[in-house]
């Protein structure tokens, strides 16, 4: 069983940064894809940032030009890299990994950006 910890979230300001990490406990490589997905407060689910084994990293247009996604193939290890927050980026942030049609999920962690 794949297993994904998520870290850093906290609370910031709005204009702030954060850096999210999420720890695989195996190989991030074998993936065919990771991403980073965020749920807001009465809000569905809705994907931040996709990086595919192969192809070019994804964005959503709300975090174009402010997050980062990049991954550390020998720390098993997948950062988003939030810059220019904004209260409107306030959400869950949960990481994800897709092996073989399965999606795997961490337990997510929370983001609060302040005005």
């Known amino acids: 069983q794949v297993q994904l910890v998520e870290s850093g979230g906290g609370l910031v300001q709005a204009g702030g940064s954060l850096r999210l990490s999420c720890a695989a406990s195996?190989?991030?490589?074998?993936?065919?894809?990771l991403a980073w997905y965020r749920q807001a407060p009465e809000k569905e689910r809705e994907l931040v940032a996709r990086?595919?084994?192969?192809?070019?990293?994804i964005y959503s247009d709300s975090v174009t030009g402010r997050f980062t996604i990049s991954r550390d193939v020998a720390k098993n290890t997948l950062f988003l890299q939030m810059s220019s927050l904004q209260p409107e980026d306030t959400g869950v942030y949960y990481c994800?990994?897709?092996?073989?049609?399965?999606?795997?999920w961490g337990q997510g962690t929370q983001v609060t950006v302040s005005s």
């Open positions: 195996e190989n991030i490589f074998g993936f065919n894809s």
């Open positions: 990086f595919p084994r192969t192809g070019s990293r």
């Open positions: 994800t990994a897709d092996r073989l049609g399965i999606d795997y």
